[in-house]
């Protein structure tokens, strides 16, 4: 059974967990002395002394809500073996570009394990000692990317350790396994008890009781208990545990003895605990988001404003990285709904859709979900709404003929694709020929009527930003309606920011957002235009995507890559691109793309002919017919998809028609496809199926 509390908790736990990796990522790998000396205790964010943005990109947060779709993508099999959790990783990692540390083979423990697996090396012998060395093995990895399999079994601190060993082996072994199976159960139990010592006993009863971790948690417990104070418990932790004492970069002991010090240490106080695990330093990202998660779900979400505003600069916002790339713009309520729903899926139950589906909904205590104002100061109520329980209110700013806007990114907005650290690789997830709706409310003590449009940011020819203005109406106080609007064709420059605007307001009039969300196919054409964001709206897995030439010009040295856009929303749609292979094994178009390993691919085949392909977890031909083509000529391919039928056509004729019902891919983007060598188009698009016929 779920707590009462699960979904409140899980989300303070998500909240936690972000909030303590941008906490901590300015100054990770810095020696306590050197932060005591140069920052003082961190007591807050600091991202602004570094000139650095507070939302980055970050290994601790992809990693920990994109590989816990193993279960989502294995049908929530409680029998989810290693070896699944690691084909999640090739499909939604690109080598050398997301979630991971790419630093080479014994060095990165992750793209250690990464190597081994695209030879041929399945997990747990992947991230094993016996392969891979136990100093390899035993880094921190195992457990920055671990918390979401304690969310998943909230008070079944058994299941969660279980799940945390399947999901660690994958990449790591030994100390490296118990410190994860030690995270997933602190999160796990924190849902139903909150002293640290039953929490400890708790956790412990998972690893071996005469193994490292177990002892180096005993002295720390004993440390605390005799009345050392946290500055002193971590002198003992740094002579005795510290990073002297064990190889690698990174290694788990040191940073795992600092996660049970700051809890022990925290007087149950979410913001002493991280300032504490800050403080000391080493992995300081890690350490803290684990530690943020755990204090997260025992504290909830007022825990979460204990002496400091951690929320508001945050507002749930978070990039995840990875082959999928539509979902890479999140938030804190959306990955919440989404690690609901797997544990809900887990026992059987219904999943949990807020205002039917919609995208954007409030529904949760104080969330924005990413909106921003300007002109406008937001906050989440309750009430004004048709079917939830909260909203988003919106109070007028403005002076004068001043609009106030509040939206929302759907793509990187300029400042975040220019971020340092590792890739952000994104899809927009809203596009051309989609329907935005929102359901907006005037206050019943506005002074007058007010008009709210819908309203988008747009990349323009500079790589800027310019607004289009959408459909509006016109509301007397008190009166609510939904709007709808068609996005207009934008030439194939990615959407960034969907909102509304209000016009006709005075300062401190009201307006409330109930929901925003879109749906139906996309209409756009990908084809060159002046500036460089309509590259960087394509997720980039193959070997190299060449800035001159044809606009699409692609090189694939090894293997099979994908040039990636759109959306797991995508369902029913065509797919259509000119292609020219120059040199290839295979060269096509691909649709319902849901990584690097999961899509459906109409290809050219050389000594073949022409293939529908279907990709999981491994290759299937779904149909095979001779087809006579040369390198260096052009053809136009084109795939319709629509229920489990795909239809595949060259130079307009019908070519290929298969029903797949077994395992169907239900939704994805789209992909240009190509194995060993280099291919160009001019352009791509797509379109609702019944256009495209």
């Not at 859709?353 to 954007?360: D, E, I, L, N, Y």
């Not at 290839?584 to 073949?608: D, E, F, K, N």
Request: charged share 20%; net charge negative.
């Amino acid at each position: 059974m779920l707590p009462n509390n699960y979904l409140p908790r899980t989300y303070a736990g998500v909240l936690g967990k972000i909030i303590g990796v941008y906490l901590g990522r300015p100054f990770e790998g810095w020696l306590y002395r050197d932060i005591l000396s140069k920052l003082g205790e961190i007591t807050g964010y600091i991202h602004e002394k570094f000139n650095d943005p507070l939302i980055v990109t970050d290994d601790d947060i992809s990693g920990t809500f994109t590989f816990l779709r193993a279960l989502e993508d294995y049908c929530f099999s409680p029998d989810l073996t290693p070896e699944q959790i690691g084909l999640t990783w090739m499909n939604y990692i690109i080598e050398n570009r997301t979630i991971l540390w790419w630093g080479g083979l014994g060095m990165s423990t992750e793209h250690t394990a990464f190597l081994r697996m695209k030879h041929g090396i399945r997990p747990p012998e992947s991230g094993s000692i016996a392969i891979n060395g136990q100093v390899v093995a035993e880094q921190i990895g195992g457990q920055i990317f671990i918390d979401g399999w304690g969310l998943i079994h909230p008070g079944d601190p058994e299941k969660a350790a279980d799940f945390a060993r399947r999901a660690a082996s994958v990449s790591h072994d030994g100390t490296a396994i118990h410190c994860a199976q030690i995270v997933a159960a602190l999160v796990a139990q924190a849902f139903v008890e909150g002293d640290f010592d039953n929490l400890l006993d708790t956790a412990l009863e998972f690893i071996p009781k005469d193994g490292l971790i177990n002892q180096m948690i005993g002295d720390i417990r004993n440390w605390h208990a005799i009345g050392l104070d946290w500055q002193a418990g971590f002198e003992k932790i740094e002579s005795n545990y510290g990073y002297d004492r064990y190889g690698g970069n990174c290694h788990t002991v040191p940073n795992h003895a600092i996660i049970i010090h700051s809890l022990l240490h925290s007087q149950g106080s979410f913001s002493r605990a991280l300032m504490i695990a800050n403080t000391c330093g080493w992995d300081t990202d890690c350490n803290s988001g684990n530690v943020g998660c755990i204090m997260g779900v025992r504290n909830g979400l007022a825990g979460l404003s204990d002496g400091q505003d951690w929320r508001g600069p945050v507002a749930d916002r978070l990039y995840l990285p990875t082959a999928d790339g539509g979902r890479c713009v999140s938030d804190a309520v959306s990955e919440t709904y989404r690690v609901v729903n797997t544990a809900r899926a887990l026992q059987g139950l219904p999943k949990e859709v807020p205002k039917k589906g919609a995208r954007f909904h409030f529904e949760l205590l104080g969330s924005v979900q990413g909106f921003r104002g300007e002109l406008a100061e937001l906050s989440n109520v309750e009430g004004f709404t048709k079917e939830g329980k909260r909203s988003l209110a919106i109070r007028s700013l403005a002076k004068g003929f001043e609009k106030p806007i509040v939206v929302t990114e759907t793509f990187p907005r300029p400042e975040a694709l220019k971020m340092a650290g590792y890739d952000l690789v994104a899809s927009p997830s809203l596009s051309s020929g989609q329907t935005v709706r929102a359901r907006v409310t005037s206050d019943v003590k506005n002074l007058g009527p007010i008009e709210i449009n819908l309203i988008a940011h747009v990349y323009k020819e500079d790589d800027t930003l310019t607004g289009i203005r959408g459909t509006g109406v016109r509301l007397l106080p008190g009166e609510s309606e939904e709007i709808a609007w068609l996005v207009p064709d934008t030439a194939g420059y990615p959407i960034s920011e969907i909102g509304i605007a209000l016009e006709e307001t005075k300062e401190g009039e009201m307006a409330y957002l109930d929901y925003l969300t879109w749906d139906g196919p996309p209409e756009v054409t990908y084809r060159q235009v002046p500036g460089t964001v309509w590259r960087k709206q394509w997720v980039n897995g193959v070997s190299e995507f060449i800035p001159w030439g044809d606009p699409f010009r692609i090189v694939q040295n090894e293997g099979t890559g994908l040039l990636m856009t759109g959306c797991r929303e995508w369902t029913d749609y065509c797919v259509e691109s000119t292609i020219t292979p120059h040199l290839a094994a295979r060269a096509g178009i691909a649709c319902r793309v849901q990584g690097m390993r999961r899509y459906y691919a109409l290809a050219l085949v050389r000594g073949v002919g022409l293939q529908l392909i279907k990709a999981l977890d491994g290759e299937q031909v779904l149909a095979s017919i001779p087809f006579e083509w040369e390198l260096g000529n052009s053809f136009a391919m084109r795939i319709e998809v629509q229920g489990n039928q795909i239809h595949g056509k060259v130079n307009g004729e019908s070519m290929i028609i298969v029903q797949d019902d077994v395992r169907p891919l239900e939704g994805g983007g789209i992909a240009l496809f190509l194995t060993e060598g280099r291919m160009g188009s001019e352009s791509v698009m797509v379109s609702p199926v019944a256009e495209c016929r």
